[in-house]
């Protein structure tokens, strides 16, 4: 079965430090790796996928095949940012897509 | 117009009830999705529509009837729906599958309550 795991259910951290938030996947084949952000009273909306390389408010994702990681960072984190973050993958045939579990982003201020 | 809309926002039915709920999007996007998102939990695929067509089934109990009328328009059909179905149910839309990292734009979701 297609995984994506995020091991952090909650990741509180203050404004202006760096954030992180894992995501692993389980290995078959070229998959394509999303993060999807939800917040507050908002639809879900994607942030970021994996073969566009780009930075969207300021966050960056790097696909490590050999880790089979798709991390999300940011250098410096903004209290807009709080959010749930979803990350999701497709299978390498497109016949599938699966989010992980999520993690709550809280920024103090 | 870059939004899926789906109503109703909020339904509440009995277990021998039947009932619709609706997407529309007008992005000419060609495949539509159904998800189930219960609380503080992922949302979990159920159906998917490429070009009309069921494509993807995950194994959804057949009290849920999804149909695509046209290209703009996706119902899901509730049946003799269960307590355990209650959830927010949400349709998302993409230029084509999601292979070839496609974007999907979600609605808003229907809130879903079966006594």
């Known amino acids: 079965a297609q995984r994506v795991t995020q091991p952090e259910k909650l990741l509180s951290v203050f404004k202006g430090a760096p954030v992180e938030l894992k995501c692993n996947y389980s290995?078959?084949?070229?998959?394509?790796l999303f993060w999807y952000v939800q917040y507050s009273r908002q639809r879900l909306q994607l942030l970021l996928r994996?073969?566009s390389r780009e930075s969207i408010k300021g966050f960056t994702a790097d696909l490590n095949k050999g880790e089979t990681s798709f991390h999300l960072k940011k250098p410096f984190a903004q209290e807009e940012d709080s959010a749930m973050y979803y990350c999701?993958?497709?299978?390498?045939?497109?016949?599938?897509?699966?989010f992980g579990p999520g993690t709550r982003l809280s920024v103090l201020p | 117009d870059t939004e899926v809309t789906q109503t109703p926002k909020h339904l509440v039915m009995g277990m021998t009830n039947k009932k619709s709920l609706k997407c529309e999007q007008h992005?000419?996007?060609?495949?539509m999705y159904w998800y189930k998102q219960k609380a503080k939990k992922p949302p979990e695929l159920m159906f998917v529509y490429s070009y009309e067509k069921l494509s993807i089934n995950e194994s959804v109990p057949s009290r849920f009837s999804p149909e695509c009328p046209n290209s703009s328009l996706l119902n899901l059909h509730l049946h003799a729906l269960q307590p355990e179905d209650s959830a927010l149910y949400l349709c998302a839309s993409s230029q084509e599958r999601w292979h070839d990292g496609n974007i999907q734009y979600f609605g808003a979701g229907t809130r879903l309550s079966v006594l």
């Open positions: 999701a993958r497709t299978d390498n045939y497109g016949q599938n897509f699966v």
């Open positions: 992005m000419g996007h060609r495949a």
């Open positions: 994996h073969i």
């Open positions: 290995y078959s084949g070229s998959p394509e």
